[in-house]
T-cell receptor
Framework: DAKTTQPNSMESNEEEPVHLPCNHS???????IHWYRQLPSQGPEYVIH???SNVNNRMASLAIAEDRKSSTLILHRATLRDAAVYYC????????????FGAGTILRVKS | GAGVSQSPRYKVAKRGQDVALRCDPI?????LFWYQQALGQGPEFLTY????????KSGLPSDRFFAERPEGSVSTLKIQRTQQEDSAVYLC????????????FGSGTRLTVV
């Protein structure tokens, strides 16, 4: 499975946008970019995924670089409930179904 | 139910004891996964079922770990002769089909081996 690199931690102010980066320089053409987040004492929660084009949903936006070697998860207005560990995961649907998690980014939100 | 249900929520076992952890996936979900999450780490894959068939068990750390899903719905992860290094949160996830969409995770079972 191709690897991703994320900052260990980030901090944001409440009500401000947050940009969480992810590098995946060895991404292959069949890898989808998935983001999950894990709130304290809970299991991971699906956030968003994409292949080439930018994606929006009610939780977040995903901006994918043109060469696909990096992506950014955007939370438009951070709230205290967004404090969590955010995982960027590459998933090759042709190579299997499991998600391979890294260490993720710990997002702290200040009020 | 609306989500993936795992029981018990917490389990304390004495070293050498056998434990069984249960996962109730979302009704109709074909795919089911087990993950192990040590403190401060990301979840690590243990095993995968498609209906009742265990298609991937490459992540099971030893032959003390065994998983089953006999009727293609509820799954049980069994750990025999528990060791201290087995202490972790065990997470179960399910999805409707082999898909590229999101998996739904349960809240996990926190196992502490003393």
């Amino acid at each position: 499975d191709a690897k991703t690199t994320q900052p260990n931690s980030m901090e944001s102010n409440e009500e401000e946008p947050v940009h969480l980066p992810c590098n995946h320089s060895t991404i292959s053409g069949t890898d989808y970019i998935h983001w999950y987040r894990q709130l304290p004492s809970q299991g991971p929660e699906y956030v968003i995924h994409g292949l080439t084009s930018n994606v929006n949903n009610r939780m977040a936006s995903l901006a994918i670089a043109e060469d696909r070697k990096s992506s950014t998860l955007i939370l438009h207005r951070a709230t205290l409930r967004d404090a969590a560990v955010y995982y960027c995961i590459l998933r090759d649907v042709e190579g299997g179904n499991k998600l391979v998690f890294g260490a993720g980014t710990i997002l702290r939100v200040k009020s | 139910g609306a989500g993936v249900s795992q029981s018990p929520r917490y389990k304390v076992a004495k070293r050498g004891q056998d434990v069984a952890l249960r996962c109730d996936p979302i009704s109709g979900h074909v795919s089911l996964f087990w993950y192990q999450q040590a403190l401060g780490q990301g979840p690590e894959f243990l095993t995968y079922f498609q209906n009742e068939a265990q298609l991937d068990k490459s992540g099971l750390p030893s032959d003390r770990f065994f998983a089953e899903r006999p009727e293609g719905s509820v799954s049980t992860l069994k750990i025999q002769r528990t060791q201290q290094e087995d202490s972790a949160v065990y997470l179960c996830a399910s999805s409707l089909w082999v898909s590229n969409y999101g998996y739904t995770f349960g809240s996990g079972t926190r196992l502490t081996v003393v």
